[in-house]
């Protein structure tokens, strides 16, 4: 394992809970590990803890198997990447990159230098000052000044987040692509579930300093395991359900579920997991056209339900319709009241 995190614990007020909490992962050498969650949810914290930058009140940190908990900063053998860059405004590219390389002759020192930076594609610009760059190009030299040293592991903090969205898209395939060929275990954090879904191998769902889910994207969408997790990851259908073995009684008739459970439960159905038919009990509300497809509000006996369609389809608010489950749900827990018509999660409404 290149990082392992045990029972991580980080408390920064004595009455208040802590903001880390018990999170543990590991990961293997090349992987890409994204750290998920709302804002203050402790992700930021997690990093600077596995960075040195805090200290934590519990748990343990190892890279390539060495306890590194209490070691400076400078001795990890981590990179870090922030998400303002941090480069330093007077040095050069160049000087920059070499700035964290010590021990080294300056010959050496350059050449290295110039290797990382031929990496990232950045060579051409090694003597220009970083207020003289583009934000992406700003973030290849940050990353080439992490990575330059040959850490084990390299922490990205947002590194995205300043960069508008069409270069943002290339940016992260591009940091994607270099972290994955140079081998090196990386954690990413992120607010942003479809960069973490894009970005990933696995990633960790955080929510109230404490990991909630950890799984590979398909698995963290596709078989959620709290109505958190399902809501936090796009948008979803929370429907009450009595589970008998793999189905489940609920307000959409009887549903067959993708594990077996037994009682009063809380399922998942995302919008495109439903289809609408003509003439039914239920009412479309609302039509969202969104270019690729297109999402209905649809209401059934007091309950509303989000509904994907393929652009061409053309039901219209006020329309009577029948809504049809084509997927297995998803159980996300346990639900206290057994009867379909009581409503603990309610359904997302669409943004606009
Ligand atoms: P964001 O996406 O907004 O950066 P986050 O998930 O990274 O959020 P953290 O920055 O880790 O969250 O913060 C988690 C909580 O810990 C917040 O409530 C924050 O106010 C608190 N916190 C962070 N650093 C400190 C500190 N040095 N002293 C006291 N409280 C802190």
């Known amino acids: 394992m290149s990082l392992r995190v045990e029972n991580l614990t980080k408390r920064f007020h004595p009455d208040l809970p802590p903001v880390v909490q018990e999170v543990s992962f590991s990961l293997e050498r090349g992987e890409v590990f994204a750290l998920l969650g709302p804002s203050g949810c402790g992700k930021t914290t997690t990093l600077r803890l596995i960075a040195g930058f805090e200290h934590p009140d519990a748990g343990a940190i190892y890279v390539d198997g060495q306890a590194i908990t209490h070691l400076p ?37 350059r050449e290295r230098a110039m290797e990382v930076l031929q990496m990232v594609g950045m060579t051409v610009f090694k003597d220009r000052k970083p207020s003289e760059l583009s934000g992406g190009q700003q973030q290849r030299v940050a990353l080439a000044r992490a990575i330059a040293p040959g850490p084990k592991v390299v922490l990205l903090d947002e590194p995205f987040s300043s960069l508008d969205a069409g270069l943002r898209q290339a940016t992260r395939d591009e940091v994607r692509h270099l972290l994955k060929a140079s081998g090196i275990a990386s954690v990413l954090v992120t607010h942003d579930q479809e960069e973490a879904l894009s970005f990933a191998d696995r990633l960790g769902v955080m929510r109230s300093g404490r990991l909630e889910q950890i799984g590979t994207p398909e698995e963290v969408y596709e078989r959620p395991s709290t109505p958190f997790v399902a809501q936090f990851l796009g948008r979803t259908n929370l429907l009450p359900g ?111």
């Open 73 to 109: 900063p400078e001795r990890r053998g981590i990179g870090f990447v922030f998400q303002d860059y941090a480069l330093f405004p007077h040095l050069t590219v160049e000087q920059n990159v070499a700035f964290g390389l010590r021990g080294m002759s300056a010959k050496a020192r």
């Open 242 to 352: 009595e589970a008998r073995g793999l189905e489940a009684t609920t307000a959409l008739g009887k549903l067959a579920l993708a594990s077996g459970a037994v009682g009063p439960v809380m399922l998942s159905l995302r919008p495109e997991h439903l289809r609408l038919e003509m003439g039914g009990e239920a009412e479309v509300l609302a039509r969202e056209f969104k270019g690729h497809d297109l999402t209905y509000r649809v209401r059934l006996a007091g309950r509303e339900y989000l509904v994907h369609e393929a652009s061409g389809s053309a039901f219209r608010p006020g329309d009577r319709v029948h809504i049809r489950v084509v997927a297995k749900a998803v159980v996300v827990g346990q639900h206290e009241h057994p009867s379909p018509e009581v409503s603990v999660f309610s359904v997302p409404r669409p943004e606009r």
